[in-house]
T-cell receptor, first 111, second 109 residues
């Protein structure tokens, strides 16, 4: 059981570039989440999904998009990267919507 | 008032001391309470999970929930340098999930 895996671990983007952060879980969890974590600011929810084909916005969705075509995968797309999107991104999953299991994170720098 | 308040101030303690962390919350719908531990440059990992008022123990860790006061605590007994991490409280209920900002703990050998 690998749990929640995220790729890449690190990435540097130029302003205006796009990229997709990958997230996969092998626990057959229905609920999946994307967070960003900035220093001293805690976790902020970007998007979440309660099952394949269903996604919804979180607290800070602007500049991001998601899709959930399978139970296992929940990619996060950044279009037109901006310096404000420099952050650490965490994907998480849970079977019931309460205790969450996190991936190792992706450190993104936009310059 | 923020939904979850957690004083983020760094906490330094000598090895062997008791670490006490707490969070307050305002949403009465929260029924599930969690503590996560996050080591530097790693993802948060679930440490303790409880859904009722009272105490729950797991080794050196005790989670305490007081729903009437909307207050939760985490105690770490006989703290070790390996306990140095950021601890985040989290709570959920009625399809809401909220995290505290995290509390950095440093255990000095």
């Amino acid at each position: 059981n690998a749990g929640v895996t995220q790729t890449p671990k690190f990435r540097i983007l130029k302003i205006g570039q796009s990229m997709t952060l990958q997230c996969t879980q092998d626990m057959n969890h229905n609920y999946m989440y994307w967070y960003r974590q900035d220093p001293g600011m805690g976790l902020k929810l970007i998007y979440y999904s309660v099952g394949a084909g269903i996604t919804d916005k979180g607290e800070v969705p602007n500049g991001y998009n998601v899709s959930r075509s399978t139970t296992e995968d929940f990619p996060l797309r950044l279009e037109l990267a901006a310096p404000s999107q420099t952050s650490v991104y965490f994907c998480a999953s849970t079977p019931r919507g309460d205790e969450q299991y996190f991936g190792p994170g992706t450190r993104l720098t936009v310059t | 008032q923020k939904e979850v308040e957690q004083d983020p101030g760094p906490l330094s303690v000598p090895e062997g001391a008791i670490v006490s962390l707490n969070c307050t919350y305002s949403n009465s719908a929260f029924q599930y309470f969690m503590w996560y531990r996050q080591y530097s440059r790693k993802g948060p990992e679930l440490l303790m999970y409880t859904y009722s008022s009272g105490n729950k123990e797991d080794g050196r860790f005790t989670a305490q929930v007081d729903k009437s006061s909307k207050y939760i605590s985490l105690f770490i007994r006989d703290s070790q340098p390996s306990d140095s991490a950021t601890y985040l409280c989290a709570m959920s209920g009625n399809n809401r999930l909220a995290f505290g900002k995290g509390n950095q703990v440093v255990v000095i050998p």
